[in-house]
């Protein structure tokens, strides 16, 4: 029972895979089981996860199990809403059924936030240059997903939109290319530079206004097993009009707020602390902020090329 | 708040096998094998750290002796601080009673 | 490798500032926790919007009462009839010593309002209903009527947040919720202010229509909740709510409610 | 997916190291499955392993470091309860998860917990709860109202919980083992009459019988039904850690402190599901029934199985106008 690309399977058999539960998705360290329950979930998981692989079958184990599903048993029969249900009793809020991708999406997001210890989480996007990585830590408001997407088109590759995956052992960062999120006018920004067809559909008036979702390219999935040891990391603030500025920032407040960031570091405990003091050993961050992507993209290319050749 | 109860004849200690250093500047982060929590500690509660590592001192004794430890005239280091200090590591039960 | 063996030239000098600091009360260990008020990841980012005009009336017994009737106010002081009128209606009614001291109304005369004693106790049934309903589902209709016309929730942008069928997994919620319409002892409150009285024996408090509350606004840094004004109060009795029937939809913004507090628990 | 009915008793087996992993590889995602879904991944873990490499030594090692993080919570909040009581004369007795990892019982690892419980007599009830208070350990404002506080002290066995203020752990301070108004009146004196200090620190711990009947009145007596198997399992390492002696006498105390049937009950239950014949086990039907029903986990009775059980878990508790008020007004922890 080995995994395939998403794409190569028979549709039909896919579809009943996900609507039954049994289609594992094989992506970085992670084996999660996906059970969807609606059309449009579904054909939002065969477009954006095409190229990653799968198994289907109710033999492989997984990591998380992550079930799309009505809030419960009477009311489907009622409203049409959907939970992302992490199968550990975490409640998320329902969503109407029309946004299911973004409660598909939320779901997996929460399984590895809370359920992963085997890997120290942080909240930030994470791209590379062959195995040396650039953090992009998140900030309210501050466009991690938009640079991480922008960077994608300078040929950096993605490992995560959503967390930095630190190795516990070794101080590297691992892939978990997952569709990049985006938010309200960065979508329009995203389809300009990367094309149509690599951005879903829209979701209109969901609790964090429209959303949009700009797949991981092929390369992404192929090259997500090689492990990127991260060099620099920095703060984007977005402010309208600014000009381009950077400032290098303390590495201990650089720690204390990824620290204040991450999910799990408190449950993972000793090797967590010296995982992350080790990765930061060496390391660069900065604020930087900006008023367009082009500025953002030459910041970034900037304390790139100085610290990293 | 405090941790518990204390007197100036308890005993404390520092035990180096509880806790693991990382230092960035002048900043200390210490990880709590005990706590599991992490903290950060500036140059003074560093000190006060050091100064009772492996090193069992009475209450009174750390009041007394800290201000020479840091190498500061007793007046810039008032007793209030040194105890209030001292209450800190307490807290997070970075220092630990030797009972009698 | 003591601290004490490295100084440089001006070690000592910011040792000496840092104790400064220390004198005027400035702590020195810094615990580092993620922090409860930067929703870490985006679910929990949630807030919801309140869509129609919510009026909170709270007597000096914590009780409070939960609907979108109107009462007339003056002086400070409000009409009698209204107030039992706005109870009778309720869409949600919550026991005495529900809301906290600080919510209360401070003075009250005596004479304008007998504040009913001990209800509580007098649905005996109650109880047990909420076991039955969890399996059959024949108590639902109950639920919907009141439900319906405080269905704005959850989520703001499209009201849907599951009202109306609360009735499917906890019939005996109906109590609860009805306050005038089942039968709750305040029915019967002989109002020493007669009806034509005032009275300055409860507090009112109002939450605009389309307000947006942000649960996470209403935590500190340690994860505790700090709850005031009518949002605090709100959220306050949403979680004794949700505590009692859990996420069963009826009460607006109760699950990204839950999905704070369940983050909260797993920390 | 289509399940075939699970042999819950040969999954107790392998959850307890008692046989090994099943062959095939349907058979162990069926296992896996039933273990993360019942949240005793963690007590599998502790005493099942797999090979370097495969996705099942992934997600037992995951499960061994979230129950690491909850032995080391544990462990450092007893340490603070010592701290926050140190030079006042009470002795308080642990009890439940942190007693077993303090006594390193193989009932304690891997066990997900939430809280500590310790039980302090009567008399230094106030003197505990003020020294736990200047420690930062407050009752919550939901528990702080006038009907809460007035419901836990008149009612129950305990305290209202309490909070720490900055760490945010729970406490529950109890100086009897069910509430007064409970039917099932274990004689607590007599149990802390026995309980002994743990090695090289002033806290105690009830003796090894003890420890397996106050789990029994806990889970049956109590109704601690949410996670059976977590129990279940829990009951079958405290029954393990006897001797054959105190297996002997244990129907004997159990009715001399007034536990009789929690402890039939929990014995009946060895039998059923870990094929541990104790004289003495016995059940009522339709707990039988119940416990069968949510046990298995599957088919459209669990929920009023499980319904059953939660009624059953108040009406042991406290006589009926009471139990009517108390879930009109129950107490609310978290707001």
Redesign the interface.
């Known amino acids: 029972?080995t995994a395939r690309p998403l794409e190569k399977y028979m549709k039909a058999d896919a579809i009943r895979a996900l609507k039954?539960?049994?289609l594992v998705l094989e992506l970085g360290?992670f084996?999660t089981r996906v059970k969807l329950s609606d059309r449009r979930s579904v054909a939002f998981f065969l477009d954006m996860y095409a190229d990653c692989l799968v198994t289907l079958g109710?033999?492989?184990?997984?990591?998380f199990?992550l079930t799309v599903r009505p809030p419960n048993q009477f009311r489907k029969y009622f409203r049409h809403q959907v939970v992302p249900d992490p199968?550990?009793g975490f409640p998320a809020a329902p969503l109407p059924v029309s946004m299911s991708p973004l409660a598909l999406e939320m779901g997996l997001n929460l399984s590895v936030a809370l359920?992963?210890?085997?890997y120290a989480i942080f909240h930030a996007g994470v791209v590379a240059e062959g195995d040396q990585a650039l953090i992009i830590a998140a900030k309210s408001g501050g466009g991690k997903s938009t640079l991480t997407a922008a960077l994608m088109e300078e040929g950096w590759r993605l490992l995560s939109d959503e967390f930095a995956i630190l190795d516990l052992e070794e101080a590297s960062l691992r892939g978990y290319p997952r569709p990049v999120s985006l938010k309200n006018a960065s979508i329009d920004v995203v389809r300009g530079f990367a094309g149509k067809d690599q951005v879903s559909e829209t979701l209109h008036g969901t609790p964090k206004g429209s959303i949009a979702y700009r797949r991981p390219r092929r390369g992404d999935i192929e090259r997500m097993a090689l492990p990127a040891r991260p060099r620099v990391i920095v703060f984007p603030a977005f402010t309208e009009g600014a000009a381009p500025r950077c400032q290098e920032i303390d590495l201990a407040d650089t720690a204390m707020q990824l620290i204040a960031s991450s999910p799990n570091y408190?449950?993972?405990?000793e090797r967590a602390f010296t995982g992350l003091m080790t990765m930061l050993d060496g390391m660069k961050a900065y604020e930087i902020e900006y008023g367009s992507t082009e500025d953002s993209l030459a910041l970034v290319s900037d304390l790139w090329r100085s610290h990293v050749s | 708040?405090?941790?518990?109860?204390n007197?100036d004849d308890w005993v404390w200690v520092v035990d180096p096998d509880h806790f693991i250093i990382y230092e960035i500047g002048d900043t200390t982060f210490v990880f709590s094998r005990?706590?599991?929590t992490t903290h950060m500690l500036n140059l003074v509660s560093r000190a006060m750290l050091d100064f009772l590592t492996g090193k069992p001192k009475t209450l009174g004794e750390v009041v007394a002796g800290f201000a020479d430890y840091l190498q500061v005239p007793k007046e810039e280091c008032p007793s209030g601080v040194v105890r209030r200090l001292f209450d800190e590591l307490?807290d997070v039960?970075l220092v630990e009673?030797i009972l009698p | 490798m003591s601290n004490n063996q490295k100084k440089d030239g001006d070690f000592l000098a910011r040792r000496r500032q840092l104790l400064k600091l220390g004198a005027a009360g400035v702590p020195m260990v810094l615990?580092l926790k993620a922090s409860a008020t930067q929703p870490i990841h985006s679910a929990l980012d949630c807030a919801f919007v309140i869509h129609n005009k919510v009026k909170i009336l709270v007597d000096a017994d914590?009780k409070a009462w939960m609907g979108d009737g109107n009462i007339r106010e003056k002086n400070g002081k409000y009409k009698s009839q209204d107030i039992k009128q706005f109870k009778n209606n309720a869409d949600y009614v919550f026991?005495?010593?529900?809301v906290?001291e600080r919510f209360r109304p401070d003075e009250c005369d005596e004479g304008g309002d007998s504040c009913s004693g001990s209800s509580?106790?007098g649905?005996?049934?109650?109880?047990?209903g909420?076991?039955g309903g969890?399996?059959g589902d024949d108590d639902g209709g109950d639920g919907d009527e009141s439900c319906d016309s405080d269905d704005d929730g959850g989520y703001g942008g499209y009201g849907d947040d599951s009202g109306g069928h609360s009735g499917d997994d906890s019939g005996g919620s109906s109590?609860?919720r009805h306050g005038g319409g089942r039968g709750d002892d305040d029915g019967d409150d002989s109002s020493g202010g007669g009806n034509g009285g005032w009275t300055d024996c409860y507090k009112l408090y109002e939450i605009d229509r389309n307000t947006t509350i942000t649960p996470s606004d209403y935590l500190n840094g340690?994860?505790?909740?700090n709850?005031n004004g009518p949002n605090g109060l709100y959220?306050?009795l949403?979680?004794?709510y949700?505590?009692?029937y859990g996420n069963d939809g009826g009460f607006p913004g109760i699950s990204c409610?839950l999905s704070i507090?369940n983050y909260?628990?797993m920390? | 997916?289509t399940r075939r009915r699970r042999d819950i008793k040969a999954f107790f087996c392998i959850a307890t190291g008692r046989a090994g992993l099943p062959d095939?590889?349907?058979d162990?995602?069926a296992f896996?499955?039933w273990a993360?879904?019942s949240?005793i991944l963690g007590q599998v873990a502790a005493v099942v392993t797999a090979e370097v490499g495969s996705?099942?030594y992934?997600?037992l090692?995951?499960a061994r470091?979230?129950s690491?993080?909850d032995r080391?919570?544990l462990?450092?909040e007893t340490?603070?309860v010592r701290?926050?009581?140190?030079?006042?004369d009470i002795q308080p007795i642990l009890l439940k998860g942190s007693a077993y990892v303090a006594e390193h019982l193989l009932a304690g690892v891997g066990r997900r917990v939430?809280d500590i419980d310790i039980l302090v007599p009567e008399e230094h009830l106030k003197e505990t709860e003020k020294?736990l208070g200047?420690?930062?350990w407050r009752a919550e404002?939901?528990t702080?109202?006038?009907?809460?506080q007035q419901y836990y002290r008149r009612w129950m066995h305990e305290l209202p919980p309490l909070?720490h203020?900055?760490r945010?752990t729970l406490i529950d301070v109890h100086h009897r083992l069910l509430p007064r108004t409970s039917r099932i009146r274990p004689d607590h004196l007599k149990l802390m009459a026995d309980a002994r200090l743990i090695e090289g620190s002033d806290l105690m711990v009830f003796s090894p019988t003890d420890r397996f009947i106050h789990s029994a009145i806990h889970i049956f007596g109590d109704g601690a039904f949410e996670t059976p198997a977590r129990s279940f399992i829990e009951l079958f390492y405290l029954y393990s850690d006897l001797t054959g002696a105190e297996r002997q006498s244990l129907m004997l105390r159990a009715k001399d402190v007034g536990a009789e049937t929690p402890v039939r009950e929990a014995l009946w239950m060895l039998g059923e599901y870990f094929d541990i014949q104790a004289k003495g086990g016995k059940a009522p039907w339709l707990l039988k029934w119940c416990i069968r029903t949510v046990t298995d986990g599957q088919g459209g009775l669990v929920?009023?199985a499980n319904?059953?059980l939660?009624?059953r878990s108040?009406y042991m508790r406290m006589p009926?106008?009471l139990?009517?008020?108390?879930?009109?007004?129950?107490?609310?922890?978290?707001?």
């Open positions: 029972m039954s539960g049994t360290a084996s109710d033999c492989a184990l997984s990591d199990s199968g550990f359920q992963c210890f085997r408190q449950v993972i405990g | 708040m405090s941790a518990g109860p007197s005990l706590s599991g307490d039960g009673r | 615990t914590g026991p005495e010593y529900t906290p509580g106790y649905d005996d049934d109650s109880g047990y909420s076991y969890g399996y109590s609860w340690s994860g505790n909740w709850l959220l306050l949403a979680g004794k949700l505590d009692t409610l507090l909260l628990e920390q | 997916m095939t590889p349907s162990l995602a896996v499955s993360q879904e949240h996705k099942l992934d997600i090692e995951n470091l979230r690491s993080y080391r919570m462990t450092f340490n603070r701290r926050a009581l140190m030079g006042a939430s020294l200047q420690a930062g404002e939901s702080a109202g006038a009907y809460d909070r203020e900055t945010r929920y009023l319904a059953l939660y009624v108040h009926l106008p139990l009517a008020g108390h879930l009109w007004k129950k107490a609310l922890r978290r707001v």
